[in-house]
């Protein structure tokens, strides 16, 4: 699975979303009166937020995952419109593709939360069916720069903007253009995304298509066989994945998921992921078990939010791991895990490297930074970043064996992985104590060094490298 985050990672994609964007608009307080007007709760606000909706979910988990993405949709010329276009921008999204209408209203969402309990949701909207025109307009753009697309992805909300017509025009001229389309459905009616290479209902949504049926078996590959469908991806909650293929096969994928706090947006992060491994070049199958990683993660989490690409590696990490291995963890856990130790007055000690083939020099020197006070830290170089550093031969080995086998010393606390060349983000999240180096950076500038206490140097045993253990295993072949 390591190897399938680093391809992604790795590739440049050029993602094309349909689909309905909304604006979803939180207003969170405390309650600690009831009104004099009514027997109701009064809420004082304290803090309110703006977040993308719908298909602009879909959005933001794809800019989590790195990729560029061109949005094509449609809002009211109001004011909820211009935030949308506002905050899509920040994000560097492409909106050329999203067209204002005069004639419809914003799709707004507004909560209203107290401890963080939702009370009461009031919708503004219009569902009125994009008109001949604006889809018309959509295509002609969408046609312009199909070739620059890897992928694209339809999330159907069901406000308007994925019409039958639209919906069977961009399948059909991305077919034409041998790029793959990924469906998240909407209503009983799945002829509007005939030859899709890929559509993903749940259990709930798969039932509604075809209400005769009582088996999902035989509801997945009636749809395969009745609209021309590639593949047919049902997803069964705490049951997992089951995947119906043309060629008759079925898959099964259980759930990675070990706690489940919030299922909020969970079909939009698993569209999102599903679209940047198969851009990738990443058969369906791995790219499924990415997918399924990426849900686990946000399901886990309260609230709708987007997965990155370093929580699906720390993600992956715990899963391939022994007791030893709950060293490993996320910038955010050792944070918290450095902020606990600092209080209780203990010296957190920072290093890092790639320790690729660890030797005993590697021993010694995380022994004697160690050794420099309570709690040792290891950065650890990602695969992309040893690359970078060592070039294309390195590592020798991935970053899920080399965290593995730093975790099984007694010297090491904790570690994480890094993608940067240099630590220098890494250790102003962490903010240990003391940064540890080698002994050849004396009279050199340390990376971070302003960000810590104090910088410890540490001579390397001599003779002993990464580099001459592969020199010498070269010579000996």
Known sequence: MIEVIERVRDSRLNIAIFGDIMLDHYLSGSTDRISPEAPIQVVDIEREEYTLGG??????????????????????????????????????VKTTGVIKDKKRRTTLKSRILSRNQ?????????RKKISDYIENVMIENFERRISGFDIVL???????????????????????????????????????YRNAYLVKPNRKEAFESLPQYNSIELIGHKLLKSFNFDNVMITLSENGVRLFSRDGKIDTFPTKAKEVFDVTGAGD??????????????ELQDAIQFANSAAAIVISKVGTTAVTLNEIVDYELKQHSSSSHSKVVSWQELKDIVHQNKKAHKKVI????CFDILHAGHVQYLEKARNFGDLLIVG?????????????????????D??????????????????????????????????????????????????????????FLEGRSTSSIIKKIEENK
């Open 350 to 353: 920072f290093t890092n490297g």
């Open 154 to 192: 339809i999330s159907d909300y069901g406000k308007g903007v994925v019409s039958d017509s639209l919906s069977k025009r961009v399948i059909d001229v991305s077919n034409r253009h041998g790029i793959k389309t990924l469906v998240d459905p909407k209503g009983g009616d799945y002829s509007k």
């Open 269 to 282: 992060t698993v569209l999102a992921s599903l679209g940047v491994a198969l851009a990738s070049g990443i």
């Open 402 to 459: 080399r965290a593995s086998v730093l975790a099984g010393l007694q010297s090491v606390d904790y570690i994480t992985i890094f993608e940067e060349d240099t630590p220098y983000n890494l250790i102003d999240t962490v903010k240990p104590n003391i940064l540890v180096k080698g002994g050849d950076y004396l009279g050199k500038t340390v990376v971070g060094s302003e960000l810590v206490n104090e910088v410890k140097l540490v001579n």
């Open 55 to 92: 298909a602009g979910n879909v959005v933001h988990n794809l800019i989590a995952l790195s990729a560029n993405v061109s949005l094509f949709s449609l809002i009211g010329d109001d004011m909820e419109g211009a935030k949308i276009i506002e905050m899509l921008s920040t994000l560097n």
């Open 380 to 400: 650890l170089n990602s695969d992309k970043s040893v690359r970078e550093l060592k070039g294309e031969s390195r590592p020798v080995n991935g970053e899920l």
């Open 118 to 126: 939702q009370m009461i949701r009031f919708d503004r909207e219009d």
